[in-house]
Every structure is written in structure tokens, then in C-alpha cells.
């Protein structure tokens, strides 16, 4: 069975096609062809495609005649899905799809008029591919079919309170839990995605700007681990270790300050913070304890500011 879909340009003039069987009205051009007189003409063309053999060129082409014939079917409906997100060509093809199906189905001897039988199929083809891949993020069927009636029933509610509805509004309306109606609004946000670089707003256009709402690692985090790895390494230093890490880093003063507030040259004082910092680092990575400090005569003296 063949699915092409000829165009005006592609069919040419259709009375000197030579696949148009005889007998049947002359078309100029189906797609230019007014909603009345397409269902006039509709007609002679399902009673002759009854009697046309599924897959010769004949019914291929009566079909196809019927296809552009009703295309405007198509058209109207896609009109309901202009707001769905996806694309005006992909939806007319969809629905297309369904018309070519209505078409197969429909028989004219239970008086019903093609195109109102055929609406309906084309709408539930184009809401079937609209749930099966429009969704961004994939959920459950129940969670898709409750994001649009929650959807009508806020409209409805609205339009008759005047007023957005409460959760317990439309719990009552639509005969749900509340759990229920927070789990179809989370689902919700599954339908569509945005970019990270799309800007927050139409006056904020720089790039990026969606993204900084989201979370990063903070720093300070870091260092709090390490303040708190170093805490027991520290404890367990020499006082004369821990009073030239305090005078260095917490008081800030230099090298020369402390060697002349604790006696020593700047030299040494350089050559003990070396010894201490590498201590700390190789304890920190290797969880290891630093190493003792060697005893000095100065760190006995009682009542010298080191032994303090």
C-alpha cells in the first residue's frame, strides 16, 4: 500500500493521468478545492475506491485524490496542537497519517458523512504521537492523560469561579487525592525541556542565564573539610609548632616578626614553617601523623614564650 501523498505539482493536471480511472468527475487541482465540493466530490470517489483492488495504481490513486481532497480536515485539527510545542509540518503529517487511515475504514452505505467519522481519527492520531514522543522525559500513560485534565479542568474552573481554581478545587472536580494532583503537576514539567543557555527572560538575553539557577559546589565546603581534617594534626603538634602557626596565620605576621617575638633568625623561622606546612600536607594526604618536632634547649626553658 502505498503511502505517498501527491501534490499539485507532483500529479499534474488530473484528467490526462493516465492511472485516473474512468468514469470518475474531473479534478483540476484537489488541493484548491472548497470544503462543500470536496464532500460532493468525496463522494463518487469512496463508492468507486469499493471497487477498486487494494494496491493497483488505480486505487493508489483514488485514495490519493481523496487524501488531497480532505487534506483541509487535517489542517483543522492540527489547529488544536499549535500549542503543543512540537512542529506545524510534523502534526499535518501525523494527522495525515490518520486521514489515510479514516479513508481505509470508512464506508459510505452507513450513511455517515466522511467527515465526521474521520475527525476523530485524525485527532486521536495526532494525541497518540503527541504522548508517545512529545514528552521530553518519558512517564506513565496515567500521569500524561492526567496533565491534560488537570489542564481542562483548570481552564473550566477558572472560566467559572473567575479565578485560578484551589488544589482542592480540582481534586473535587477531577475525583483525585491531593497526592494524586502534586503527582501530575510533577509530571508535568516532564513534558517539555529548556536549554540551560536559553535566557531566564525576553529582557535578559545573555547567555547561560537559565543555568545559574541551578546549584554548584560551593568552595567553602572544601575548606571546611580540610579545617576539620587538620584540627587533630594540629592538636597534636609541638607548642612551639602551633605558636608559629598561630603567629603566621592568625596574627599574619611575617617570618622576621616571629623570629624576633620568639628569638629566632628568619632563617630558622623560615626552615621550622617549611618543616611544619610539609608535615601538615604529607599528614593530610596520606593520613599520616606529621613528624615530632626535635627538642630544642629553647623549647625547655621554662617560661620562654615558646614554651608557652
Known amino acids: 500500500m502505498s503511502n505517498h501523498l501527491p501534490t499539485a505539482h507532483d500529479a499534474g493536471t488530473v484528467p490526462r493521468d493516465p492511472e485516473r480511472p474512468a468514469g470518475l468527475p474531473e479534478i483540476e487541482d484537489p488541493l484548491t478545492v ?9 463522494t463518487p470517489l469512496f463508492e468507486r475506491l469499493r471497487s477498486l483492488e487494494e494496491g493497483t495504481a488505480s486505487y493508489s490513486y483514488v485514495r490519493n485524490t481523496l487524501v488531497e481532497l480532505n487534506l483541509s480536515l487535517v489542517k483543522y485539527a492540527a489547529t488544536r496542537f499549535r500549542r503543543s510545542g512540537e512542529s506545524w509540518e510534523d502534526i499535518v503529517q501525523v ?3 490518520g486521514l489515510i487511515k479514516a479513508i481505509n475504514r470508512f464506508d459510505p452505505d452507513r450513511g455517515n458523512e466522511f467527515m465526521s467519522f474521520a475527525l476523530p481519527t485524525v485527532l486521536g492520531e495526532i494525541r497518540r504521537h503527541l504522548r508517545d514522543t512529545g514528552w521530553s522525559v518519558h512517564v506513565p500513560r496515567r500521569l500524561q492523560e492526567l496533565r491534560l485534565d488537570l489542564a481542562k479542568a483548570s481552564d473550566a474552573l477558572e472560566q467559572d469561579l473567575g479565578r485560578p481554581p484551589t488544589p482542592a478545587e480540582l481534586c473535587d472536580r477531577l475525583h483525585i487525592t491531593e497526592a494524586e494532583l502534586c503527582e501530575g503537576r510533577l509530571a508535568a514539567n516532564g513534558f517539555t525541556s529548556r536549554s540551560f543557555d536559553v535566557p531566564m527572560d525576553d529582557e535578559n538575553d ?3 542565564m537559565l543555568a545559574r539557577r541551578l546549584g554548584t559546589d ?15 594534626l594540629v592538636a597534636a603538634l609541638s607548642g612551639r609548632d602551633r ?3 598561630s603567629l603566621r596565620f592568625g596574627d599574619e605576621l611575617t617570618q ?10 628568619q632563617m630558622h623561622v623560615s626552615r621550622l614553617l617549611g618543616r611544619i606546612l610539609g608535615g601538615l600536607r604529607t599528614a593530610l594526604l596520606t593520613d599520616e601523623p606529621p613528624p615530632a618536632a626535635p627538642a630544642t634547649p629553647a623549647a625547655r626553658q621554662p617560661g620562654s614564650p615558646v614554651a608557652r
Open 206 to 208: 545573555g547567555p547561560g
Open 256 to 265: 622576621a616578626e616571629i623570629g624576633e617575638r620568639l628569638g629566632l633568625s
Open 34 to 42: 472548497s470544503t462543500s465540493d470536496a464532500r460532493a466530490l468525496s
Open 218 to 232: 560551593d568552595d567553602a565546603f572544601e575548606k571546611i573539610e580540610n579545617l576539620e581534617a587538620l584540627k587533630p
Open 95 to 97: 494527522g495525515t497519517v
Open 243 to 245: 605558636t608559629i602557626l
